[in-house]
């Protein structure tokens, strides 16, 4: 059953559903998916305090103060980060204090350390302009009650800060997706193998694994079988555990593509068996027991885009991600693209600012089974059905990749 990309990534779009919450200890949270709403139970700063190394003081005091008319006040305390003051400021009087010390009762501003002279227990102000700024008042950037991050937010370096601030040593994220890979084919040996003739190593597994990877996703690696339908059976039994199985290899309708017999023996219902787009036209996908099987095409290049379209979406959504999609601007051809398309095409592509216009060229090396085109793409070029070839000049639609 072959069907267009959209129906394709619709249907399983609709069969996957997010993966359950776990506790995870933060400093290990990085890029995973926040699964609940951190709401402070406090507020942030907890106190007032002070933002710079300097003296605190009565504000209006020291306003008029100059290099050539400073005002004098004399030190009662010194309030060092972590400690509290033991005095409270009056008139004529100041305390040293540390960044992020408490503001002593009765000050209303504080002086930079480099704006004072002092001797002994005296303290010159040289300058007394903007005193009554240089305090961060309690709560001024967290309220109590306030929600700060939200669920589906992905923890960057910034959000780990901010738990941490609110004191989440171990917050909720959605657990990861676990994805089986399978390589298929009798050609296909283990990386490390000595080259034989007629062999090529497994690079479609580790391929994934990236994609699998920046989708969210945990890859489990199974290796490579035979063109052997209860082999590559055996192998994804063995993975019960996985919530996503895909295979690379088998998916078309040579003798020995073998992966829609390998569905039948394992009941697993077939969803469709063709989708229409280049590269990647082959794609099998099925269902059993609420768990997905894709059967990707084995040459790299067709793998890799049927993956990108297909399996990364529904990998996020599983991952808790609220946007599944990867941006989508316009940019202007930079070379010309000679082939005519039938189905919608993805090309391969480097993308760049030019002035005011984003220009972009199609990669050179664009054949199913050529990786190399991939290795410096930041982008994808879509064609749309039934287009002729296109001139520099052309204005077309792209989707940004990571490193865009």
């Not at 283990?190 to 945990?218: H, T, W």
């Not at 885009?305 to 990867?326: C, D, N, T, Y």
């Not at 930041?378 to 002729?388: C, F, K, Q, R, T």
Request: net charge neutral; glycine share 10%; charged share 20%.
């Amino acid at each position: 059953m072959s069907v267009k990309l959209e129906i394709a990534q619709e249907i399983l779009l609709n069969l996957v559903t997010v993966m359950p919450k776990e506790r995870v200890a933060l400093h290990e949270c990085w890029q995973r998916i926040l699964g609940e709403t951190v709401t402070s139970d406090m507020d942030f700063p907890p106190f007032n305090r002070s933002p710079l190394d300097g003296y605190a003081m009565i504000a209006e005091e020291v306003t008029t103060a100059t290099p050539e008319n400073p005002v004098m006040l004399k030190q009662i305390d010194y309030i060092p980060a972590g400690g509290n003051p033991s005095k409270t400021i009056s008139a004529g009087t100041t305390s040293r204090i540390m960044t992020g010390a408490p503001i002593p009762l009765g000050a209303t501003g504080v002086i930079r350390l480099e704006d004072t002279l002092v001797n002994g227990d005296s303290v010159s102000i040289l300058d007394g302009r903007g005193a009554e700024k240089n305090i961060c008042l309690q709560g001024d950037e967290i309220f109590q009650g306030e929600e700060v991050v939200a669920q589906g937010t992905i923890i960057n370096a910034g959000v780990m800060g901010m738990l941490a601030v609110l004191g989440k040593s171990q917050p909720y994220v959605f657990r990861k997706p676990r994805v089986a890979l399978i390589a298929t084919g009798s050609e296909i040996i283990p990386i490390d193998f000595p080259l034989a003739p007629g062999k090529i190593r497994n690079s479609n597994s580790y391929m994934l694994c990236a994609q699998v990877a920046e989708a969210g996703g945990q890859a489990v690696f199974l290796g490579n079988a035979s063109d052997n339908i209860d082999e590559i059976a055996h192998l994804l039994e063995s993975a019960s555990d996985c919530d996503v199985f895909i295979t690379t290899g088998g998916a078309s309708v040579g003798d020995y593509d073998l992966i829609g017999e390998v569905y039948k023996k394992l009941g697993v219902t077939l969803l469709f068996d063709r989708v229409s787009m280049k590269p990647g036209m082959p794609v099998l996908a099925g269902v059993r027991n609420g768990k997905l099987f894709l059967g990707l095409s084995g040459n790299p290049a067709a793998a890799a885009i049927s993956f990108e379209q297909l399996g990364r979406p529904m990998l996020m959504k599983m991952a808790g991600r609220k946007v599944w999609w990867r941006p989508r601007i316009k940019g202007i051809l930079a070379s010309p693209f000679k082939k005519k398309t039938g189905d919608k095409r993805f090309v391969w592509a480097r993308c760049w600012q030019a002035d005011t216009d984003i220009l972009v060229e199609p990669s050179r090396a664009q054949g199913n089974g050529m990786l190399k085109s991939a290795m410096a793409a930041n982008a994808l070029i879509v064609i749309p059905e039934n287009s002729p070839p296109l001139k520099v000049g052309t204005e077309v639609e792209i989707i940004l990749l990571a490193d865009a």
